[in-house]
């Protein structure tokens, strides 16, 4: 792993907080973060939410291709993710059943569930065009990111 991208990776989640910091809306919150993700992190293509709306998942603020609008639970990587509320790290997409191809230049995604008194109200999706791109140093990093992240859906 680079210098540069430990140093982002050790420092996304305090610049999360002060980012947000003060604000109360969920969607400025996600908005903006979306953009810091797909600035501190070399080599992705895509970053951003899906929210669970009617027990489904609806595109939010994101930082790449225009995506997919709507996914159903268990479907594709989000679908899985949400469905079964674990942090899902898919080295490549390709061999993943069901993986829905929104663009199809990213090879590998990590999706992490966005939870709030107990329930999936979210996910973060990050893609990258390369395969196995995201490790466990990445991984621990969006998991504690996702759980602050999961908490401002107490704004409402």
């Known amino acids: 792993m680079n210098e540069n991208l ?5 420092t996304l989640l305090d610049n999360a907080k002060a980012l947000c ?3 109360t809306d ?4 996600l908005a903006n973060l979306s953009a810091l993700i797909m600035q501190s992190m070399p080599r992705i293509n895509w970053a951003g939410f899906y929210l669970m709306k009617q027990g489904e998942l609806i595109l ?5 291709k225009p995506a997919c609008t709507h996914i159903a639970l268990g479907k594709g990587v989000c679908g899985t993710a949400a469905q079964k509320n674990e942090c899902l790290v898919v080295r490549d997409v ?3 059943p069901g993986h829905i191809a ?3 230049a990213s090879r590998s995604e990590i999706v992490v569930p966005l939870v709030y008194q107990s329930e999936v109200v979210g996910v ?10 995201f490790g466990p140093a990445e991984e621990a990093v969006l998991r504690e990111l996702g759980a602050w992240i999961g ?3 107490a704004f409402d």
């Open 124 to 133: 973060l999706d990050i893609d990258a065009p390369i395969p196995d791109r």
């Open 21 to 23: 910091s003060g604000e």
């Open 6 to 10: 430990t140093m982002d990776l050790d």
């Open 26 to 29: 969920r969607i400025c919150c």
């Open 151 to 153: 908490e401002l859906f």
């Open 94 to 96: 390709h061999q993943f």
């Open 102 to 104: 929104c663009d199809e």
């Open 60 to 64: 939010g603020p994101f930082q790449g």
